[in-house]
């Protein structure tokens, strides 16, 4: 079956950098997406990575290792509007994607 | 200004009943998706359409049905709701299959 994992829940320190690990076992691999939803809003795209390693985008960078079935984003600079829940999402042999149920980041000053 | 929209924001319907979710687009994009989102549970495919014309079965299209006659326009229909179709429902597209998607404002369905 296609499995994506990853933890339900974070606490972090506005300022402090934090690291939302996902793991995933699907049938084929043709990417994987990061998005940002906050609460009773619609999913927004963050990054992309299709090949190994990291990609950075402002104070988001998201990692990828093929190999390990294993990702993650890394949020720097932590900022009180950066309290959502993080999706992450595979693309699969199909070019569907298959989401994981989201990591909820609580910011606390 | 371009992008999704979807209609109604929310809805409270009587079991049985047929409710049709409406799902538009301006950006031109080939592909549309319709999704659930339910609490403790990543997003789930319904249906997709690639191209305007054509169609396609996701994770969970049972008690569902969808149209795709233009490239703007992808509603969903419930021909009979029942009560494990209470979720938000999001409309989502993308320019070709394997580019990122851009949501909707999503619609919040209770069915009783």
């Known amino acids: 079956g296609q499995n994506i994992d990853q933890p339900t829940e974070m606490t972090a320190t506005e300022g402090a950098i934090v690291q939302i690990n996902c793991t995933y076992q699907t049938s084929g691999f043709n990417g994987l997406f990061w998005y940002q939803q906050h609460a009773g809003e619609a999913p927004t795209f963050l990054s992309y990575n299709v090949l190994d390693g990291l990609e950075e985008k402002g104070r988001f960078s998201s990692f990828l290792s093929r190999s390990k079935g294993y990702s993650y984003l890394l949020l720097k600079e932590l900022q009180m509007k950066d309290s959502a829940s993080y999706l992450c999402?595979?693309?699969?042999?199909?070019?569907?994607?298959?989401w994981g149920a989201g990591t909820k980041l609580i910011i606390k000053p | 200004i371009a992008g999704i929209t979807q209609a109604p924001t929310s809805q409270i319907l009587a079991a049985g009943r047929r409710m049709t979710l409406r799902c538009t687009q301006d950006?031109?994009?080939?592909?549309m998706y319709w999704y659930r989102q339910d609490l403790g549970l990543g997003l789930r495919l319904i249906h997709y359409?690639?191209?305007?014309?054509?169609?396609g079965k996701g994770e969970v299209p049972d008690g569902y049905s969808v149209s795709r006659a233009n490239t703007d326009d992808f509603p969903l229909t419930l021909a009979s709701a029942v009560p494990s179709q209470t979720s938000v429902y999001f409309c989502a597209s993308s320019a070709r299959a394997s580019a990122e998607q851009f949501f909707g404002p999503g619609t919040r369905l209770t069915v009783l």
């Open positions: 999402a595979v693309r699969d042999s199909n070019y569907q994607l298959i």
């Open positions: 359409s690639n191209t305007a014309g054509t169609t």
């Open positions: 950006m031109r994009h080939n592909a």
